[in-house]
């Protein structure tokens, strides 16, 4: 195992990853002692969630509260309504659960010496779709998916880059990171999910994250496929993945790539459009893509190439939680020519982290090419995920 049983200066990289990690505004908010134990780790950075979906989130060290939890997604700081009009059916909702903490969270932060991105969530949302059904992914089969907004539809653009701009316009940040800027689909990391009775492969569970709201079915048809055949076909190849009968899903090749065709450019135009959007508003700070190496993947990490993501951004925030080889070869097609890699690491024991192996994973993705480490998340960690992660910041300074 490379690295493994590296030392305090055994870790044999030839360069030195910028330290940082994601916290909640309410981690920090409230708690005069969070800001300093987080730049006691060695962490020099903080993204903190601006807007964020819901979550149920264990706070062990907090003095006023255990769980914080958020029913659905909402933003932590005020609302400035001369962004929003009466006409934007997609309005933000302010977290009453956790009021307004983002400011108060990024200046403790600051007076502590860590820097904050805004970690800003886009097409996942859980609440405006439930309240707004038609802004929402349909899948062939007509069921909503109201925690995935479908970014083929202008207000749903709109909304995400206004979001985006407003996040960016907050006081005392240092960059903006944007998770979920891209396609969402079927999957949802979600409390109480029974969904996995009948376990997609990859390509079902692409056919069954594809849209046919109107947007879509109109962007079908520029991109050269006929939406209604389109839709029947997605359907006969995911029948029998759902009978039991096969065990793989896939479209004949020329609507494969007139789907590949629509879903890129309908991306590539939100996130054109959400980058512009925070330049518009903080040229001087950097815009960061949480991003996956196939084009097509979707989710919190959304489909974004290399080539694509280091033209349109400033860097991509790339998921590697814990050891594989999949994770380093996606660091390592990222990186290099001294390109700006963010690599996220899994960091809680309780959420499949391997403490044991944080120090070494984190050099390995640091020799990989990363130049930037991320903890998820020390807001969440036990003493001990704590105890680790100081070790690996030691280590890895
Ligand atoms: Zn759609």
Known sequence: MNGAGAGAKGVGMTRRPQLGAYVYPWDVDGDPAAADRLAALGVRRACVAAAYHA???????HPHHKVVTADRSAVYF???PARWSS?????????????????????????????????????HNDGLGLREPEATVVNAYGDRYPWALCIAQEQVQRHCATLAAEAASQPGLAGVELESCGWYGFDHLHAHDKSAGVL??????????????PACQDAYREA??????LRADVRAALDPVFAGTADDAHLPDEQSGAVAR???????????????????????????LHAHPDPL?????????????????????LLCP????????????????????????????????????????????????????????????????????????????
């Not at 979550?55 to 060290?61: C, S």
């Not at 997609?200 to 709201?213: E, M, R």
């Not at 629509?262 to 960061?288: G, H, K, W």
């Open 200 to 213: 997609l492969p990859p390509s079902a569970k692409l056919l069954f994250s594809l849209c046919f709201c």
């Open 55 to 61: 979550v149920r989130a264990l706070t062990p060290r």
């Open 297 to 317: 993947a979707c989710g919190a990490s959304p489909g974004l190439p290399p080539e694509t993501a280091h033209a349109l951004a400033d860097a991509p925030v």
């Open 87 to 123: 006409a934007d059916r997609l309005r933000p909702v302010e977290a009453a659960w956790s009021w307004h903490s983002f400011g108060p969270a990024v200046t403790a932060l600051n007076d502590a010496g860590v820097e904050v991105y805004a970690w800003t969530i886009l097409a």
């Open 262 to 288: 629509m879903r890129t450019a309908i991306a590539t135009r939100l996130r054109e459009r959400a980058v512009s959007a925070v330049r518009a508003e903080r040229p001087d700070l950097p815009v960061l």
């Open 224 to 229: 050269g496929a006929d939406p209604a055949r």
């Open 322 to 397: 814990t050891r594989s080889d999949a994770a380093l070869d996606a660091v390592r097609a990222y990186a290099g020519n001294g390109r700006r890699v963010v690599a996220t690491v899994a960091a809680v024991q309780g959420l499949g982290a391997d403490p044991s192996d944080l120090t070494a994973w984190c050099a390995d993705l640091t020799d990989a090419g990363a130049t930037e480490l991320r903890f998820y998340h020390p807001g969440l960690a036990s003493a001990t995920d704590l105890e680790a992660m100081r070790k690996a910041t030691a280590a890895l300074r």
């Open 78 to 80: 005020p609302l400035d």
